[in-house]
């Protein structure tokens, strides 16, 4: 990626050739107001040389959110959401409550499920 996103403490790709990716996103930018101004939204259509230098692969970034934090750190699935979720005061407590160790493994698999099925609806996959 360029130095455009070096002042950002958080990059997260998301698939911008879905439109439930993009309303989620416009909804967290308006939820979070100035806490998500330091987040650089990279859109990874047609971004593979991009992808595979930070280490993913087309087809996980596809299937699960991934955030960077500003010290490299990439976090997916439920993790990233709740980075995300945690910046959000709406939404901490809900953060914490996904986080839980009986919550995570039943959301994560419901996550899982539902993109998979999104993307083989789209016949993406």
């Known amino acids: 990626m360029d130095n455009k996103e070096d002042h950002h403490k958080l990059v997260v790709f998301y698939d911008g050739s879905c439109e439930s990716c993009i309303k989620d996103r416009a ?49 997916s699935e439920i993790d990233a959401y709740i980075l995300l979720m945690r910046r959000v005061p709406r939404l901490k407590l809900l953060a914490w409550l996904i986080g839980l160790p009986l919550v995570r493994p039943c959301l994560s698999w419901l996550y899982r499920t539902w993109v998979e099925r999104r993307l083989k609806r789209q016949g993406r996959i």
């Open 27 to 75: 909804n967290y930018e308006r939820w979070a107001g100035e806490g998500g101004r330091d987040i650089y939204w990279f859109d990874i259509t047609d971004q593979e040389d991009v992808i595979h230098n930070i280490g993913l692969t087309p087809e996980a970034v596809m299937r699960e959110l991934h955030v960077q934090t500003a010290d490299g750190t990439i976090l």
